[in-house]
């Protein structure tokens, strides 16, 4: 049977094909028609990847985020996966592109690679090396991982790493007596200046005042002493020149 024939049997309004719409539809936790239709209408990002609309008038499926014209109600028939939209005759959409739906394998694919990037970040990937060595280490472009990031992150790499220096360097100050130039090059900032700067910016207080306001005596806890072993493996050599004073 052609993908057209099975569109026309889909739209001819028989019991048979009612029930299999009604089975298409309760595979989608249980919304009916109109409701699916209205996440369509709104382009709710929320159901993603849960469903999919097939338009009889054309032949084509979508995601519900498709930017294209929304379809009259009547025109839609809605499935739980890609593959019962194919196999019942609809070819995918050319702009929403449903094979990069959540959930599918180009999708799922993704996620490996921002989850991959986040680990190298967690490691001190952009403490010293550049976006682009980076991007070289995951086999993708700069412009394309910024673009993951937003998608599945919210934020930028450079956010990430940045959070991330300022949530080490925190913890050292507070539960540390290291130098405050020590936590700083160990925390992965390539200069004092940028670490006074991003630790007073989210914490609201500079280093030397976020000191003087800890606890007189710090207990010592598993989570201390590995902050401590952090801080002294990535403690740089001292070099030569001129050195940035610590406010």
């Given amino acids: 049977m052609s993908g057209a024939e099975r569109r026309r049997e889909s739209t001819s309004g028989n019991g048979e094909n009612d029930r299999a719409g009604r089975r298409s539809v309760d595979l989608v936790a249980t919304l009916d028609a109109t409701k699916l239709y209205g996440a369509v209408r709104a382009r709710d990002p929320r159901f993603d990847g849960r469903f999919f609309t097939g338009v009889t008038t054309t032949g084509v499926f979508c995601r519900p985020v498709c930017p294209a014209r929304t379809p009259k109600p009547d025109h839609c028939t809605f499935f739980r996966t890609a593959a019962d939209a194919v196999a019942a005759g609809f070819r995918p959409c050319l702009r929403c592109r449903p094979a990069s739906a959540p959930g599918s394998p180009a999708w799922l694919g993704t996620r490996s690679t921002v989850a991959r990037a986040m680990r190298l970040i967690a490691g001190g990937a952009l403490d010293h090396e550049r976006l682009s060595d980076l991007c070289e280490r995951l086999g993708v472009g700069e412009r394309h991982l910024r673009r993951l990031f937003a998608i599945h992150v919210g934020v930028t790499p450079a956010a990430l790493a940045q959070a991330r220096r300022v949530l080490v360097a925190k913890r050292a100050i507070e539960e540390t007596s290291r130098p405050l130039a020590e936590v700083a090059f ?29 606890p007189s005596r710090l207990r010592e806890t598993p989570e201390l002493a590995i902050v401590r072993a952090w801080i002294a493996k990535r403690a740089p050599q001292r070099e030569e020149g001129p050195r940035e004073l610590v406010h």
């Fill in 186 to 214: 160990a925390s992965g900032f390539r200069s004092l200046r940028a670490f006074n700067a991003a630790v007073h910016k989210a914490c609201g207080k500079p280093p030397r005042e976020l000191r003087r306001a800890r």
